[in-house]
């Protein structure tokens, strides 16, 4: 009876076939976690804020699109416009749950300046005392406005 030698080499095709899952895995998923309201940020050349990889706090984000409708990062629907009263109160829910929540504006470059003042006017009557801005980093290379 001859003996059988032991196969020295690495079965590699389950390694491939996990690979491939993972890979249409991530090719579903990777759309549908890019969300929120396009906006067209403003260029400044601002710091960026100091946050805390540790701290699991999300900002709160308001969003002002280019057609002046406000959206609000919080509550059941995230893509639709949020009407004043609802700002107001889920605002105050997040900031009475978390006095720290960072409160910030994410508006387009196109809105009037007096509606994003409107909507700041509506963060402070939810209990934010301070406002941050979103903007894109300045471009070296650009042209200041």
Aim: net charge negative.
């Amino acid at each position: 009876m001859a003996k059988r030698r032991l196969m020295g080499d690495i079965n590699v095709v389950p390694y491939i076939d996990v690979m491939l899952v993972l890979l249409i895995i991530f090719m579903v998923t990777a759309p549908l976690l890019t969300q929120g309201i396009e906006v067209d940020l403003p260029n400044a050349d601002a710091a960026p804020l100091d946050v805390d990889p540790e701290d699991e706090e999300l900002p709160l984000v308001l969003s002002v699109s280019a057609d002046g409708n406000l959206f609000l990062n919080q509550g059941a629907d995230k893509t639709s416009p949020a009407p004043d009263a609802e700002i107001v109160r889920q605002v105050s829910i997040v900031l009475q749950r978390k006095p720290k929540t960072p409160v910030l504006v994410k508006a387009d470059q196109a809105v009037p300046y007096g509606r994003v003042v409107y909507a700041m006017v509506l963060l402070q009557k939810g209990g934010a005392e301070q406002i941050g801005f979103i903007t894109d980093p300045l471009d070296e290379t650009a042209q200041r406005p």
